[in-house]
């Protein structure tokens, strides 16, 4: 029934290693998007994608590449976490007005 | 100047209070404004969309002032469940659509008994 659903909800690794995150909606939008909300509670976008191709990608290291299996997917790998990369990561979905956010991945580099 | 600006807070409002703030943005060809709610540790939230007229969704209304490039949210009769973080969000120029929101950082909410 959700949404916008993203695992894992938690994810606590350490530096370098290398890890996903899969976002679904099941609301037949056509765009999806990865946003980055740091310490200060700073919503940042990263990554949009509007069925399946790329349109935004705002200034990201390289280390982190969206993929789009679907329109209704889009998945987030980071390569080489770096201690930085803490923070909560939301994917969120839209059909022009608005958007409906997952719940968030809480990232804890160690 | 920052693209979206709101003054963080936090603003402390005895429950049964009305409480404004408002949220400026820099790009005058901005389309389309909104606020969103966001709680500890949850999801932001989209609370209302803002019109150029000005709406009202109970005892919550919008306000936008393009002249002055700002907009607004007033809380009429505040409960302790409005206690959050209003997110003050602006899309650019791209055909209406949600590609190139813009988030503010927000205004924190506490509404105290």
């Known amino acids: 029934d959700t949404a916008v659903s993203q695992t894992p909800k938690y994810l606590v690794t350490q530096m370098g290693n290398d890890k996903s995150i899969k976002c679904e909606q099941n609301l037949g939008h056509d765009t999806m998007y990865w946003y980055k909300q740091d310490s200060k509670k700073f919503l940042k976008i990263m990554f949009s994608?509007?069925?399946?191709?790329?349109?935004i990608n705002e200034t990201v290291p390289n280390r982190f590449s969206p993929k789009s299996p679907d329109k209704a997917h889009l998945n987030l790998h980071i390569n080489s976490l770096e201690l930085g990369d803490s923070a909560v990561y939301f994917c969120a979905s839209s059909r022009g007005r608005g958007l409906f956010f997952g719940s968030g991945t809480q990232l804890s580099v160690l | 100047r920052k693209e979206v600006e709101q003054d963080p807070g936090p603003f402390n409002v005895p429950e049964g209070a009305t409480v404004a703030f408002n949220c400026t943005y820099s790009n005058s060809a901005s389309q389309s404004f909104f606020w969103y709610r966001q709680d500890c540790r949850k999801e932001p939230k989209l609370l209302m969309s803002v019109y150029s007229s000005g709406n009202e969704d109970g005892r919550f209304t919008a306000q936008l002032n393009r002249a002055s490039q700002y907009i607004s949210l007033l809380i009429r009769d505040s409960k302790l469940s409005d206690s959050a973080t209003y997110l003050c969000?602006?899309?650019?120029?791209?055909?209406?659509?949600?590609?190139?929101?813009?988030f503010g950082k927000g205004t924190h909410l506490i509404i105290q008994p």
């Open positions: 969000v602006v899309t650019g120029y791209s055909g209406g659509g949600a590609d190139g929101l813009t």
């Open positions: 994608y509007n069925n399946k191709e790329l349109i």
